[in-house]
């Protein structure tokens, strides 16, 4: 899976509700099943029909959800969004998804409304209380970009009377430039050939190692480049105001690259071969470590972690190509074990060794009833 689809999917499951088994609608459980295999179109036609033969139901809406959430589809979010609260308005989970709905597409006065509403409902939810500072940050830092054009509009009415030297002067050029005691330019302020702003450092052999500048997105970037003005490390937000460092090769393609999701605060590194396609990944989920290790197409076939059950323990994992689990091995309490599942996940076969030492093995049905076991 490709990663920057994969941090979405973990996001949008971190806040909407899960699968729910108890809700017996074949369009629906079809459509969960495409979601899961990343069908989307699929899944979305399949879902929009359940919620269509049940339009009271909130799980058909949430799967939708998940869909909009990972193809970026504000417009279907807000919609979702003002139709759950219309359907359960006084439901905790409701109001907390619709302020993250709301968030997520930049609707922060909004959000505000809705996570507040959640936090009277619930006053200990910790997920509201966090994206409630999210949406609050947010909007400070519009209030503050909003002042920033009356500071500078004061400026230049300060300027009227220019005789006097005690007013603020207010400079306009199209490009600034520092020299240095012997004339050798050191520092441009300017605008590239794109039309976006950039500040340049230059170093006494007239070459810029450090630019800061936007692209073409709009979002800062920070690059720092060889004595041959190849950029070789380049710093930037992605997604949503994810920070990411990423390492170029010769050719500035990105080979390696070291980010922060903006949601969760989970850290991750990822080597890219050089069609720019992920093919391990070393990340902190929940807190606990994870390597995957993934094929051309970018999708996770090996997968070695430390997971918690009851304590940690080690575990390796073998995918297939649609990224199903379909073997593990793990200690779970010091005791070896071996499974393999079938395509839905269920284990069909574990290898173990008991605490007697003794080795054990099972068989079991699709149900994961067991069938047959040895000793």
Known sequence: MDFILEMKKKNVESVIPSYDE???????????????????????????????????????LYALAKIAGMTDDSETILQIADRIIEIAPDDIQVNFCRGWFLQFVGK??????????????????????????????????????????NQLGASAKANDNLDDPKEVKVITAQEFRLIDENGALR???????????????INKKGKSPITLGL????????????????????????????????????????????????????????FKDTNFRDRLRIRL?????????????????????VYEDEGE???????????????????????????????NGNGRLMITLEDNEESSIYLMDKDMNIIWSAP
């Open 215 to 270: 692209l073409q997105d709009k979002s800062p970037c920070l690059w720092f480049y060889d004595e041959n003005d190849r950029p070789y490390v380049k710093l930037r937000l992605v997604n949503d105001n994810m920070p990411n460092l990423e390492f170029l090769d010769k050719n500035g393609y990105e080979r390696i690259a070291l980010s922060v999701d903006n949601i969760d605060g989970s850290p991750s590194l990822d």
């Open 108 to 149: 922060y006065e909004d959000a505000k409304i809705a996570l507040e509403r959640t936090l009277e409902l619930e006053p200990h939810h910790r997920k509201a209380k966090e994206f409630l500072d999210i949406v609050n940050d947010q909007l400070k830092t519009k209030s503050a970009d909003k002042a920033i054009p």
């Open 187 to 201: 520092a441009r302020l300017g605008i590239d050939k794109d039309g976006s702003p950039s500040l340049q450092f």
């Open 313 to 343: 323990y080690p575990t390796l994992g073998f995918r297939d190509k649609n990224g199903k689990l379909r073997a593990n091995i793990c200690l779970d309490d010091g005791k070896p074990i071996i499974d393999f599942r079938d395509r």
């Open 285 to 305: 989920y929940e807190g606990k470590p994870i390597v995957q290790l993934t094929d051309k197409n970018g999708k996770e076939l090996i997968e070695v972690g």
């Open 22 to 60: 108890s809700f017996k609608d074949k369009s629906y459980q079809l459509g969960i099943q495409l979601l899961e295999e990343n069908e989307f179109e699929k899944a979305y036609e399949a879902l929009m029909e359940a919620h269509t033969r049940h339009p009271e139901k909130l799980q058909p």
